[in-house]
């Protein structure tokens, strides 16, 4: 997609003085502002979770959804979510099945049939409670009502819960949420909004009861009671999944499945290297989030990767011996630095035959960096160079850098990618390519940590030091939390945070609390 | 935003007076008869005109029509995109063929070529501002003419619309990762690439029998339809109930959702049909469910999925239907072609023989759409005579990411409006502008439709 801001710099973006990308659309949010009010549909990840916990069950429906849509790699980007009719059909199908298979006695029990109308009246506003997550109006009570009512007259007490528990698990008021708020052009959101929105970024799922006893009880107004709640949500087993999820998502690692490699080149990819880069990726950012410090600091320069028997010669090390089995392993002296060079990113930023040094110069500048980068000029022809068995990579691609037309552009993201040539097409440590030597010598320019590098250790070394980096880590932190695109307000809250806790490195986890603890998470401006 | 030179020439249709008559005739036979189309078409087809289709088919990679002909040794013009070459598969069918020669696609902002963007303005005409690359942002109401028409034409028939793939990826990046060239009130129309799904979406349910014929099994049948009545009611009711508190934009989008809820509606008018119900395949025509191959391999899908857009159609399930075969930037190997050291990508940016194969076979998959219609007898002649098959590509270049010229062709007769078996020069018009033919061809007029800075007017098609 062409897009890009196309200003006096050629790069722009959310680390460039002055060159806001605009945030909201509309472009017309002001300065301070905390961005527009959101109707949020879930992650298909989001709806599972809720229902599992809403039913009890003891494992996420497993039932076909449309895959979500994902915008700037972040899967839960309210524009880009809809209901569709082909997942709107798949909600009905899962609803039926579940209202159809759902214990009525545990859910709904009732002692008598005398008691029956009371027993349903229980159950909706208790159980629509937690669908809606908030009370239901006089409104949506009086509808579960008549439809139980309806059922009831010609078929069983069950029968009528049943036909509520189907319309319920496909109410909008599941599917979406909202941040809304109420009053005129500058809302607050409601307790039971932020218990949502608290959940969502550290659960996945709907606010458990302790958050709805607070919202219950209006004690989800003050940044202290809110920062009560995200610490505790924070220290729960499912804090694991969502923060990783977010990381995985920041670094776009966190799919790997449509990714193919040429079958001749490299023949177990496939077969067992890729489900273990996936496996390992995950211990990686598991190990670093919840054993070590949570830094984005240590992401970047950690020396050890979790490394088993189909990933050993990827490294370039013996295999560790336990099959399967991850081995924590410092890798550091095999040309190894934290996530800048798992062979997951680096084979998701590559060819299928070759390295990228284009697209992995790209990665850092706007995944690292959080600049953007303007389009290629018009009719630019944007065929790679001809493969030539005499040449390394790098030396095919010199063009861009000699060509005038190109090396605007490409002085921008040939040099970083250079310095990972020592990684090919699957992330497999290199020193030589084609019998020539891999020249990994590259250079940041544009940045707080410019200057000549080699290779990717010395790169992520000097990234994890990064100002720049750290503010990046908030505003992608910030594009998670409230899934849109960042505006002003975010870029400026990220200088905040890198002022409080860039000198120790960057805790996401703090930084995700910090998010909560500003204005912007209990505000929004309403967009007519 | 209007188009003051919006005209009706080739809408008038001869037939619309007859579609109408059977609309009412349908609402006559009351709801029950939505299931028994079929079995009407078949006994009152040779007194009835047959319905009007769209059918919206899309290759991505364009066909090398400005830079890359030094294959061929062919510079300009119509390069690749002619039956001779990449378009050999559809040779067969050159009298049924209206193929457009030097037609564009509206140029980008900054008068950049759009490059994969065209994937999202190919059927919209509106590329929406200009933002960072992988942000997705739809106009609020962006809506595809497919869609238009979908709306228009749409309400009788089980689906409004049905949105086939074959094959989507783009391994992890920050670009856009939905793939499909369907817009509907600015949201994105996701494909179906799940044979298997959309199979269940089509016939899910057992076939159909007989009426009950005992009152307790009527009466169980009637209070099921009664339940799934009252819950679509009250779903429908919440919705709205949103609709009132949000902006403009959620409001639209929210449209998409009373959609499917609208479509859940006509699903339980089948008193056996499953949750997401299904169209009943009715005795008798040649309408009913295909037995797929158990293959998940990308010929498989396509195949799979060229069978199941056919019956969509031969059973009128749907009206307006698209099929995409894979997304725009797709890294799949072909394979089964013996392609196996590059893929679809790739090949597109360093073009030479190979692509002219996997090119030549996307297009083969896309022929056999067509020539299942032209197969088909209706009327006194073909389904195919009978529908509007608009094919295309998001680039015209894949190499330079170019899209003036772009491929386009027309197939089909629209019910004896288009005159095909020719090849039309455009004249460096654009694509947004030939939607409003099609718009026009099929009864729906877009109005208020597409970038006003591209869409004037429909061409003389003559």
Redesign the interface.
């Known amino acids: 997609m062409v897009g890009g801001v196309v200003g006096s710099t050629a790069l722009g973006g959310a680390n460039s003085v002055g060159a806001g990308t605009g945030g909201a659309p509309s472009g017309v949010i002001p300065p301070g502002d905390p961005g527009p009010t959101a109707l949020r549909r879930l992650t298909n990840d989001e709806y599972r979770t809720t229902v599992q916990d809403l039913l009890g069950l003891a494992a996420p429906p497993a039932d076909p959804l449309l895959p979500d849509t994902r915008s700037l790699g972040y899967s839960n980007f309210s524009s880009a979510l809809t209901v569709s009719a082909v997942i709107g059909s798949q909600y009905a199908t899962i609803a039926t099945r579940l209202a159809g298979e759902a214990a009525i006695s545990t859910l709904a029990p009732c002692a008598s049939p005398a008691a029956e109308s009371d027993c349903a009246n229980t159950f909706i506003d208790a159980f629509g409670k937690q669908v809606h997550r908030q009370p239901l109006s006089a409104k949506e009570q009086g509808a579960y009502r008549a439809l139980y009512d309806l059922i009831r007259t010609t078929d069983t007490y069950e029968a009528g819960i049943r036909a509520v528990l189907e319309a319920m698990l496909q109410s909008p008021a599941l599917l979406y949420r909202m941040e809304y708020g109420t009053g005129a052009a500058a809302r607050t959101l409601s307790p039971y909004e932020v218990a949502s929105e608290l959940s969502y970024l550290f659960s996945g799922s709907k606010p458990d009861t302790e958050l709805m006893q607070a919202a219950d009880t209006n004690a989800l107004i003050t940044p202290v009671q809110i920062e009560a709640q995200a610490r505790r949500l924070l220290a729960l087993p499912r804090a694991q999944a969502t923060v990783g999820k977010f990381l995985e998502q920041w670094f776009l690692v966190s799919d790997m499945s449509g990714l193919l490699k040429d079958v001749n080149l490299f023949p177990a990819f496939a077969s067992t290297e890729k489900s273990a880069m996936e496996a390992s990726t995950d211990r990686f950012v598991a190990s670093v989030m919840w054993e070590g410090d949570g830094t984005v600091k240590t992401l970047l320069s950690a020396p050890f990767a979790f490394v088993n028997s189909s990933l050993a010669p990827v490294y370039g090390i013996p295999d560790p011996g336990m099959g399967e089995t991850f081995v924590k392993t410092d890798v550091s002296s095999m040309g190894r630095a934290g996530m800048l060079t798992l062979p997951s990113l680096l084979a998701l930023q590559a060819k299928e035959d070759e390295s990228a040094p284009v697209k992995r110069g790209k990665f850092v500048r706007t995944r690292m960096l959080c600049q953007t980068l303007p389009p290629p000029p018009p009719n630019v022809k944007i065929d790679p160079p001809a493969p030539d068995p005499n040449l390394t990579t790098r030396e095919r691609f010199a063009a861009h850098s000699a060509s005038p037309a190109c090396s605007g552009c490409h002085s921008m993201m040939d040099p970083i990618g250079f310095g990972l040539e020592a990684y090919d097409a699957i992330g497999t440590y290199r020193t030589v390519e084609n019998g020539r030597p891999v020249d990994s010598n590259g250079e940041l320019t544009g940045t707080d940590v410019d200057g000549k590098f080699t290779g990717g250790v010395e790169l992520a070394t000097r990234l994890s030091t990064s100002a720049m980096v750290r503010k990046c880590a908030a505003i992608q932190a910030a594009r998670y939390t409230y899934g849109r695109q960042e505006i002003e307000t975010d870029t400026q809250l990220a200088a905040t945070l890198d002022a409080q806790l860039g000198a120790s490195g960057m805790d996401v986890r703090e930084v995700l609390v910090a998010i909560t603890q500003s204005a912007s998470f209990t505000t929004r401006t309403f967009v007519p | 935003m209007s188009h003051p030179t919006l005209t009706l020439s080739q809408g008038s249709r001869a037939m619309s007076k007859s579609l109408i008559k059977r609309r009412s005739i349908l609402k006559g036979l009351g709801a029950a008869s939505f299931l028994a189309v079929p079995v009407f078409r078949a006994t009152l087809a040779e007194a009835q005109a047959a319905p009007l289709r769209l059918i919206v088919l899309y290759f991505p990679g364009g066909a090398m029509m400005t830079?890359s002909q030094q294959i061929e040794g062919r510079i300009g013009g119509q390069g690749m995109f002619s039956y001779d070459k990449m378009l050999a598969p559809l040779a067969p069918l050159s009298s049924d063929i209206l193929l457009f020669e030097n037609i564009v696609e509206p140029v980008?902002?900054?008068?950049?070529?759009?490059?994969?963007?065209s994937e999202?303005t190919i059927l919209t005409g509106n590329a929406?501002?200009?933002?960072?690359?992988?942000?997705?942002?739809?106009?609020p109401g962006l809506t595809s003419f497919d869609q238009v028409v979908a709306q228009k034409i749409g309400k009788n028939t089980r689906?409004?619309s049905l949105?086939f793939g074959v094959f989507s990826?783009?391994?992890?990046?920050?670009?856009?990762?939905?793939g499909s060239i369907v817009y509907?009130n600015g949201?994105?129309?996701?494909n179906?690439l799940?044979p298997a799904?959309m199979f269940s979406?089509l016939f899910n349910g057992a076939p159909p029998g007989p009426a009950p014929s005992d009152a307790d099994a009527l009466?169980k049948q009637q209070?099921l339809t009664?339940?799934r009545q009252?819950?679509l009611d009250?779903?429908k009711?919440?919705?709205t109930?949103?609709q009132g508190?949000?902006?403009?934009?959620?409001k639209l989008?929210?449209e998409?959702?009373l959609?499917?809820?609208r479509?859940?509606e006509k699903?339980i008018m089948s008193p056996t049909g499953?949750?997401?119900?299904g169209i009943v395949s009715a005795p008798g025509a040649s309408c009913g469910a295909p037995s797929l191959g158990a293959g998940t391999d990308v010929p498989a899908v396509s195949a799979a999925m060229n069978e199941l857009l056919y019956q969509s159609i031969n059973c009128d399930a749907t009206r307006v239907a698209s099929l995409q075969m894979l997304n725009s930037g797709a890294?799949?190997?072909f394979?089964w072609l013996g392609l196996?050291?590059?893929?679809h990508h790739?090949m597109q940016?360093?073009?030479g023989p190979d692509f002219v194969i996997a090119q030549n076979w996307l297009l083969a998959q896309l022929a056999v759409v067509i020539q299942r219609l032209k197969d088909t007898p209706e009327g006194s002649g073909s389904m195919l005579d009978n529908s509007l098959v608009f094919l295309s590509s998001e680039m015209g270049d894949g190499?330079?990411?170019?899209n003036h010229p772009v491929p386009v062709l027309l197939a089909g007769k629209a019910g004896g409006q288009l005159r095909t078996g020719r090849t039309f020069n455009a004249n460096g018009n654009n694509r947004a502008n030939l939607a409003l033919n099609i718009g026009n061809l099929m009864g729906a007029p877009l109005l208020n439709w597409g970038d006003p800075k591209w869409v004037t007017g429909p061409l003389d098609l003559g």
Do not use: C, W
């Open positions: 830079g980008g902002p900054d008068n950049y070529d759009l490059g994969h963007g999202s929406g501002p200009s933002l960072p690359e992988g942000v997705v942002f739809i106009p689906f409004a949105q990826n783009t391994p992890d990046s920050d670009g856009p990762k939905s509907s949201a994105s129309v996701p179906v799940d799904t979406r009466a209070a009664a339940k009252s819950i009250l779903l009711g919440q919705v109930d949103i508190l949000v902006g403009s934009a959620e989008r929210l998409e959702h959609a499917s809820l479509e859940l699903s499953g949750a997401s119900g890294e799949l190997f394979t196996n050291n590059m893929g790739p940016h360093a073009p190499s330079l990411h170019t």
